[in-house]
Structures are given as C-alpha cells and as structure tokens.
C-alpha cells in the first residue's frame, strides 16, 4: 500500500510535521509493508517557509530585527535568492497568533507592521520578486502595518497621524503615499482563503473571534474594514475589497493588493506545484492519500490545504481521508469536499481540552481506524 501523508498544522497543538509523524505510526500500526510518502505542505500561513525551503533547497535564511503584532522588538527569518533576487516572506513570522499569548490577543490592537518591516528588508538587499504567505495572522488591520512600514501615512479627519491597528482603521481619512511606487518590484500573495475583506464571510466575521475579538470587537472591525476600503476606494482608486481572497489574514491581502499591487496566488496549488503533486501521485503510484488540519468546517472550501488536496484528485479515483481536531459538517457537505471519510479527534464523552493534550496519539489511532475501514492493504 502506498500513501502520501500531506496534512496541515493543527493550530495551537501540532505542527505539520508533528502530525504527519503521527499519520506515519498509525500508517505502520494498520500495515507495516506500507511505503509512505510525506509532502511537506502550507496553504500560505504556518509552515510555509519551511515547505518553501524543502522544495528550493538553494535559499539563502535570512534574519531581520522587526517586531511583533503588539509592537515588541524581535528578530524573524525569511528566505532569499540572491541568484533569481526572490524573497519568501512568512507572515505569521511577525504577525502571527503564535506569538502571543491568549490574553495578549486582540485585533483592535496588533498589527501587521512587523511583516512589512521584513519587506522593507528584502527591498533593502536587492529582492526584485517578493512572495508573502499570509495564514495565521494575529491581525485585522487591513494591511495598514505593512504599508506603514513602507512609507505609507495614515490620517484622520484633523490630519494626525494614525498608527496602524485594527481600531484605527475607521479612523482613517487620508493616504499618503511614498515617493517609492515599488513598481520595479513583483509582490505575491500568497492566499489561502477566498474570503472578501468585509461582510458575512469577510474578515472580521470569519476569522475575529478566534484572534481575540468579542462581538463588539467584530462589529467595530467589520466598520473599520468597510470605512478603510471606502478611503482607499477614494483616495488611491483601488477598489478590492469583493475580490475573493481580500479577507485573508484580516485583510492584509486586501492591502498587499490595493498598495503594492500584489497578485494573489492559491497557497495550496502554490506548495503542490513545488513538490510536483500530480507527477508524484502517479510515479509512486499513489493508493490512499491522508490530509488533516485543526478544524474541518465551512471555511475548509474557502481554500485551505485540506480541500484543496482534495480538489487535486477529485477526477483521480484515489480516496482522500482526513483527520481534523473538530468536525463541522453534515455528512454530504464533506463529501462535496472531495473526502472520501474524515475522522475528528474530539470526542463529546471527553473531558475539555484532552484532543488537545493527546492529539499525538488521537491522530495515530484516527489513522488506523479510517484505514480499517477503507480497507486497503
């Protein structure tokens, strides 16, 4: 039996690699002849450089003084070509939820400064081609960090200048922009999510709560977002806010797009190009592929690893099983994932927070039960 292993980090538990190890024992418990394969994989937030280095093994790591979503000095690493002048940015490395602590979060307050700091660096040593995987932020401000740090100004009604933050976003009246207009260099996006920056699926209402945001805190955000747009809109004619993809990391890509004029690129078909995925499922013969993140919901089709694994082989006749921390959906919608079983770690008989403190051996055992009852050997 040959599988591939190509499952996401589980947020605030596992990393990828972590849970990959675990899909690899349960693998072995269920066959032991089995030949398995393990794509280190991103959909653009955790992990991302890391699957980026795996596959580019020429990248230089470099390492800059920056700081973190509250504004406190750190130093965080990026990778660099000096042959191509291409920069890989991982956004969750400044401005990332990781980095702080769950009374720390708040997205009225953090922002994405840090990242642009690791931006302005890449500039600074010559990168001409810049990709930023934008998952796992601790922020909602739009992208207002990112073009702070590089010259941008914010303004409000009486022309003070507004530090970037979630709670300063509705604030905003005026734009500054730099002399620089960075059209000598190609930014990337690297966008795991096809969330609009505002509204019922936008970023705020998504993705707010799980940064720290109570509803009061959504519903200023959300006025923030539609505020800011509306300024952007007005004063830069950038009009991106419905694009598909604007929400994600609490609409960073909305301003990575709107003041650098980024692409977006899908960070999962980013990550399987690199690794060559369709090549590989059938040069190794590829029987049962297992994927998995933290939680399988309604946000699982909005782009992220596990569906687009999934998507990749919809048309393949190989099965696709996924093991997820919680499960969100009825039967026939994880079936319209393209997932063939999916098995969650939580368990309603258990005590709070034991997935978390034994998800290691849950994934293991989820492993070898989704494989018993497909079957295969």
Do not use: W
């Not at 280095?53 to 509250?70: F, G, N, Q, R, W």
């Not at 890449?122 to 932020?137: K, L, P």
């Not at 709107?258 to 995925?277: C, H, P, Q, T, W």
């Amino acid at each position: 039996m040959n599988v591939l292993l190509i499952p996401d980090a589980f947020k605030d538990s596992l990393s990828a690699n972590d849970v990959s190890d675990a899909m690899r024992r349960g693998v072995l418990e269920f066959n032991p002849q089995s030949q398995i394969l393990h794509i280190p994989a991103s959909d653009g937030g955790e992990n991302f450089l890391n699957s980026v280095k795996h596959y580019i093994d020429s990248l230089a790591e470099k390492e800059c003084e920056t700081v973190d979503p509250l504004g406190r000095p750190i130093r965080a690493g990026y990778l660099y070509s000096e042959t191509t002048k291409t920069a890989f940015i991982e956004l969750a490395k400044a401005s990332g939820l990781e980095l702080l602590t769950y009374a720390e979060r708040n997205p009225l307050q953090t922002s994405t400064i840090g990242t642009g700091i690791q931006i302005r660096d890449a500039m600074q040593i010559g990168a001409t081609t810049i990709y930023i995987g934008i998952g796992g932020s601790a922020t909602n401000d739009a992208g207002m960090g990112i073009a702070q740090a590089l010259g941008f100004q914010f303004r409000d009604a009486e022309g003070n200048i507004l530090n970037a933050a979630g709670s300063n976003l509705s604030s905003v009246h005026l734009v500054i922009e730099p002399e620089n207009n960075f059209s000598n260099i190609s930014f990337f996006a690297i966008n795991d999510v096809l969330n609009p920056l505002f509204g019922p699926n936008g970023a705020a209402f998504t993705y707010a709560k799980q940064k720290g945001a109570s509803s009061e805190d959504t519903m200023k955000l959300e006025q923030g977002l539609r505020q800011f747009s509306e300024v952007i809109h007005s004063e830069l004619k950038k009009d991106f806010a419905n694009l598909p993809g604007s929400g994600a990391a609490g609409g960073a890509a909305f301003g990575l797009k709107s003041f650098l004029n980024a692409e977006y690129i899908s960070g999962v078909s980013f990550i399987l190009k690199l690794a060559r995925f369709q090549k590989l499922i059938f040069s190794e013969k590829i029987d049962v592929i297992i994927t998995g993140e933290g939680c399988i919901d309604q946000q699982t089709a909005f782009g992220k690893l596990v569906y687009g694994v999934a998507n990749e082989v919809r048309d393949k006749n190989i099965p696709v099983l996924a093991i997820c921390g919680k499960l969100n959906l009825h039967p026939r919608e994880v079936k319209s994932l393209g997932l063939h079983k999916v098995a969650q770690l939580y368990h309603p008989d258990q005590e709070d927070g034991y997935s978390f403190t034994h998800a290691t051996e849950l994934i293991q055992q989820r492993t070898l039960d989704l494989l018993k009852e497909l079957d295969l050997r």
